[in-house]
């Protein structure tokens, strides 16, 4: 599975984006998908995660409320709708792909995509 992430730029706080990360190869639906991000000087930090079959979704507690995820597998493609963006969003975002939705360990993720950038003007 290879995985790109786009939908990256700027925008001004309370404005929104929406980030999608297309995979290619057909076992998209075997993996929960992950999307991190990490800010300039920060280590990278989880947001969300959804399931393979999109029932099950976690956020990071900076996130609840504002940011939604979500999967459509005939298009391998998850996304990610981000809402009230706020300087503190600015970021690097990756999207990664796991067995699990609960996956924590780094080497619990099997693919990353490359970084699409996320910048939140005040």
């Known amino acids: 599975v290879q995985l790109q992430a786009f939908g990256g730029g700027l925008v001004q706080a309370g404005g929104s984006l929406r980030l999608s990360c297309a995979a290619s190869g057909r076992t998209f639906g075997d993996y929960a998908m992950h999307w991190f991000r990490q800010a300039p000087g920060e280590e990278r930090e989880f947001v969300t995660a959804?399931?393979?079959?999109?029932?099950?979704?976690t956020y990071a507690d900076s996130v609840k409320g504002r940011f939604t995820i979500s999967r459509d597998n005939a298009k391998n493609t998850v996304y990610l709708q981000m809402n009230t963006l706020n300087p503190g969003d600015t970021a690097v975002y990756y999207c990664?792909?796991?067995?699990?939705?609960?996956?924590?360990?780094?080497?619990?993720?099997?693919?990353w995509g490359k970084g699409t950038l996320v910048t939140v003007s005040s």
């Open positions: 990664a792909a796991a067995r699990s939705v609960a996956a924590v360990r780094s080497d619990s993720f099997e693919y």
């Open positions: 959804i399931n393979w079959s999109g029932v099950t979704t």
